[in-house]
Every structure is written in C-alpha cells, then in structure tokens.
Nanobody, 116 residues
Framework: QVQLVESGGGLVQPGGSLRLSCVAS????????MSWFRQAPGKQRELVAD???????YYADAVKGRFTISRDNFKNAVYLEMNSLKPEDTGDYLC??????????WGEGTEVTVVS
C-alpha cells in the first residue's frame, strides 16, 4: 500500500511564497512522473506542474516563472516552490505520483489560500 502525504499549505498574502512537499511511503516500486494539481472552489482540477523521471518539467502557463517543481528520488518526494502568489492561486493542491508500472497514487491535498 502506498501513501502520499502533502504539507506546506497555508494562508499567505499576495506576493508571498510557500513551499509544498509530498512524500510517498509504502511499497512503491519506483517512481515515473510526479505532478502537482490544484482545484479551486467550484472549478475543475487542473495540472499545475509535473516532473518526469528524467527531470524534464512542465508548467501551466498561469504559473510559469513563479513556481518551481523539483523531486528527490531518494526520499520519494516532490516539491513545489511557489513565489509571487496571487489570489487566483488559491485552492487545494494535490500531488500525483505515477510509478514504474504506471499505477497512479493521489495525495489528500493541502490547502493554499492567498488573500490580502
């Protein structure tokens, strides 16, 4: 059984920063891609950023230049450094890990609120 635990969310003012973490534990064979999604109230879940096993990255246009995704393969962890936060970044941030046999695992989410 694989468990993902996210942390690092919170309440921040516009222009502030947060660093999200997601750590996988349990019987995970190996990790392929690692991603961060977010879901704002009343909106569909959207991909924010992902990082491949070869460390290639993708960012949604809305976060390019402000967010940075990284991974630590030894710790089975993925991080999201978020800078210059805007109110529209508010939402529930969830990590997704896809293992080497392409099985997906979702975390429970961590809340990010950006408000003056």
């Amino acid at each position: 059984q694989v468990q993902l635990v996210e942390s690092g969310g919170g309440l921040v003012q516009p222009g502030g920063s947060l660093r999200l973490s997601c750590v996988a534990s349990g019987s995970i064979v190996g990790i392929n891609s690692m991603s961060w999604f977010r879901q704002a109230p009343g909106k569909q879940r959207e991909l924010v950023a992902d990082i491949s096993s070869g460390s290639s990255t993708y960012y949604a246009d809305a976060v390019k230049g402000r967010f940075t995704i990284s991974r630590d393969n030894f710790k089975n962890a993925v991080y999201l450094e978020m800078n210059s936060l805007k109110p529209e970044d508010t939402g529930d941030y969830l990590c997704l890990i896809v293992d080497e046999v392409l099985a997906p695992y979702w975390g429970e989410g961590t809340e990010v609120t950006v408000v003056s």
